[in-house]
């Protein structure tokens, strides 16, 4: 077990709504990203959080935003729903050596 | 060109076969690279890093060249157990932001 969990697991919305997804990390992993995977394609980098600042984004809309918390939990924000952003959304965070990371189960999130 | 690519797939191959991935990237200054494995509807696990003297567990060895910038995973005496996707990961130098892979989807059967 990676000792990340994500909530919800499954998440079915409709366009223009709002969602916010969380995901718990382990004591001591700083760094937190969160990626959305779309069917039959690589996870894509949504942003990372370090010590609660982010500290690198991908290409998403400013729609998609983010927050990391003092006890390792960190949340994932997406405004006005698209059909597209139908996915499934993953968070990670860094172990101590940093560069290994550690994925949740992830979220499924259906946008109708 | 996209920053990683790799070949969609799906290699379907039986068991005890031996078969190879290769994954490219364009970034000449990418530092670290990895192979993650993703079975069915599940999150991506950690299968191996991928260092310039290459590296070997088991029934599975990873190279990487950066003279032509691709890495590579070799598995031999494949399992039913290795039907999965194999995502390749690269980070730039100084970050901890990695760029995956579409996958390669491998398949294996009796």
Redesign the interface.
Known sequence: E?GVTQSPTHLIKTRGQQVTLRCSSQSGHN?V?W?QQAL??????IF?YYREEE??R?NFPPRFSGLQFPNYSSELNVNALELDDSALY?CAS?GPG?????????TRLLVL | RKEVEQDPGPFNVPEGATVAFNCTYSNSASQSFFWYRQDCRKEPKLLMSVYSSGNEDGRFTAQLNRASQYISLLIRDSKLSDSATYLCVVNLGGSYIPTFGRGTSLIVHP
Request: net charge negative.
């Open positions: 990676t760094t990203s990626y039959g394609q690589g996870p894509q980098f990372q500290n690198g991908g993953l860094n940093g560069e290994t990371q550690y994925f949740g189960p992830g």
